[in-house]
């Protein structure tokens, strides 16, 4: 993997001489592993902290509550979206990278010091609320600045590989969690996580998230961004708003490519191990050491659908991942019943055809768009797409599944959404070795 990351041939967009690109990929991979981490946490201790900030008194309301503020979360997530977004194409790509986990980590701190519901009443939930939103914010930046930071440093031949590291860095902050969570419960008695083990991931991710801002403020900025911010110093270009209203059509096709993809993304790779804790009785520790076999399984695919993508193309890829998911989501959810290895199982196989759509997404994005709206561009639909749909998922699932207990509508729901992907996919237009100066 060392050799692949070296860039063959010079584009133009690389890091300084000084900074070496794999550096430079190691500052945003561990930036947005510990933002990952931070937002997937959420969901993972979510059956551990439910009854701690809402009322106990009904634990499936107090669980349904505690996803309801994890979608809530997602509101925030396109004026993140905007703000970093303008941030990253007027100041520069590693200033709202640095701004946004610097915002993260407030948000798991202020988790991490929630009052008790037992204590405050209903300010617990309101707290929670506040931190959340707060995150949200955080996250409607990160992933976008992240992206183009990335694509636009990469060798143009190997973009698609470069890209895959992406979802391979914000994998390993889930998995880490996962993981965290894994070694707690087998550690912690059940009473000891519901007073105060839940409260450790959101501390860790704090005092990380420090750590990650201290090494993206010291990351160099893109040759690309440096290109636009010249153009900017010689003539007046268009307004920001009007060159998202000029890129109206690529901003559709950033909502086409993802409302598939989140759903089925948070579905299978962030909510399965809560969900069959909660829902399917499935013990919780092994749930959770489940979902992390799951997930090294789709950090390995990743590399391998990017490389595959820097040879045969973006859409035919992501096309094999789309129609791959839509028919196997049915399967693996009849699978998944009562024991963890079925949803290490389940989730292994979905994962590795949701690994075609996280390996290529954020280098499609990048390529859609010019450098003087890429940031933005990508960030301003893609955080309203997944606030709409992937904030929702678990929500949705979890109440098609307890209170309507009709769950097919909600998998009939994941698979026509994926469709929806795979038709917006087969009409872009090719940007594999597409040149971002």
């Known amino acids: 993997m060392t050799t692949q990351l070296s860039p063959a041939v010079p584009t133009g967009t690389a890091p300084p001489a000084h900074q070496s690109p794999r550096r430079a990929v190691i500052s945003t991979g561990v930036g947005n592993a510990v933002e990952s981490y931070d937002w997937a946490i959420y969901a993972t201790f979510a059956p551990f902290f439910a009854k701690q900030l809402f009322d106990p008194a009904n634990q499936t309301s107090a669980v349904l509550q505690t996803l309801a503020i994890f979608a809530v979360g997602f509101v925030t997530r396109p004026l993140g979206g905007f703000v970093f977004g303008w941030i990253g194409d007027r100041l520069g790509r590693r200033k709202s990278m640095t701004l946004s986990i610097g915002l993260a980590a407030t948000g798991s701190l202020m988790i991490s010091l929630a009052p008790t519901f037992g204590s405050v009443g209903a300010f617990a939930s309101l707290f929670l609320l506040l931190a959340r939103l707060v995150q949200g914010l955080a996250h409607g930046g990160e992933l976008p600045s992240a992206q183009t930071y990335l ?5 143009r031949e190997r973009r698609g590989l470069w890209s895959s590291m992406i979802y391979v860095s914000g994998t390993t902050g889930v998995i880490s969690g996962t993981l965290l969570g894994a070694v707690l419960t087998q550690t912690l008695t059940k009473s000891q996580m519901n007073d105060f083990g839940w409260r450790i991931p959101f501390l860790i991710g704090a005092l990380l998230g420090l750590y990650g801002l201290v090494m993206r403020a ?4 893109t040759e690309a961004f440096e290109g636009i911010r010249e153009e900017a110093g010689k003539a007046a270009g268009p307004s920001l708003i009007r060159s998202i209203i000029d ?18 993304y948070y ?5 399965a191990p809560a969900y069959a804790a909660t829902s399917l009785k499935i013990d919780t520790g092994h749930a959770l050491w489940a979902g ?3 997930n090294l399984v789709f950090i390995a695919s990743l590399p391998f659908w990017g490389k595959l993508s820097d040879r045969i193309g973006r859409r035919p890829v992501m096309t094999i991942g789309c129609v791959g998911a839509a028919a196997l989501h049915f399967p693996m959810t009849w699978l998944l019943r009562d024991s963890a290895w079925q949803l290490a199982v389940s989730m292994a196989v979905m994962l590795t055809f ?3 759509l996280a390996a290529v997404a954020p280098a499609t994005y990048a390529e859609l768009f010019p450098a003087r709206i890429r940031t933005v561009g990508v960030a301003v639909p893609y955080a309203f797409c997944v606030a709409a749909f992937g904030g929702t ?6 109440l098609f599944t307890e209170v309507v207990k009709q769950p097919w509508l909600f998998n009939l729901y994941a698979v026509l959404l994926l469709l929806v992907t ?3 996919v087969r009409s872009l237009p090719e940007t594999k070795g597409k040149d971002l100066g």
């Open 292 to 294: 992390t076999s799951a």
């Open 151 to 155: 694509s636009e440093i990469a060798p």
């Open 354 to 356: 949701v690994g075609a």
């Open 267 to 271: 579905v299978w790779a962030v909510a």
């Open 218 to 221: 010291r990351m160099p900025e």
């Open 393 to 398: 998922a678990a929500y949705l699932q979890t």
């Open 247 to 264: 890129h109206r059509k690529q901003g559709f096709q950033v909502v086409g490519m993802t409302v598939g993809f989140t759903v089925i």
């Open 422 to 424: 795979a038709l917006v």
